[in-house]
């Protein structure tokens, strides 16, 4: 935040405590929701992690027989383990709109039983199956990104208030004040000066009142 020029005045005092008043005001607010996305960010992070090992241990079932993908198929046995669409809603967590997965929808398949090796239909399931935990994987990870992406500039705003515009709120407030008070022992001490001088010329004048007939009647 750049130095700017603090205008020792009145208006500027009542400018900087009402500025004081309202981040001292909305700090609270910055840190409560700052709790809410770190707690957030934790539960997300362990259930991406856990949605990752789920897909591993997957991937690493298939693997086991994926020999058998050698075989020639009449059947895109792949393309209908891949996803057709999915089947998202929202969700807001502390201000923070986040996708959520509701369903995986894979194409339609058709072929015969008995055209096709018997391994076909188990591992048509598996690779659905390692598909749906890749694609929640995928939304978790999204989730993670945007909650974090907002945590980061919650935590940025906080720094903000807490390191710069409260401590210059502040400083401006006591320079402003020790101004004012400079001002106004200067202005009570001229005061009193003119006070005393204006004493001292209405001292004379009495004075030069009462001699003038003394004068005049030694004449």
Known sequence: ?????IKLTRPELKRYRDALARYQRYLPMLKLKQQRLQLAVRD?????RAAEQAAEEMDTH??????VFGDRLIIPLHRWAKPSRLVLGRKNIAGVEIP??????????????FATP?????ALLDLREKSRREALVDVLREQERLLQKELS???QRVNLFEKVMIPHAKEAIRRI??????????AVGRAKIAKKKLAAALAEDV???????AREEAV
């Open 118 to 122: 018997p391994w076909v239909d188990q």
């Open 153 to 155: 500039r919650i935590i």
């Open 100 to 113: 959520v997965l509701h369903q995986v929808l894979f194409p339609e398949v058709r072929y015969s039983l």
């Open 177 to 186: 004040r020790i101004k004012l008070g400079d001002e106004m022992r200067d």
């Open 207 to 213: 004075a030069q009142g009462q001699s003038l007939p």
């Open 44 to 48: 997300i992070v362990r259930q991406r």
């Open 62 to 67: 298939i693997r086991r027989y994926h020999t």
């Open 1 to 5: 935040m750049p130095e700017k020029k």
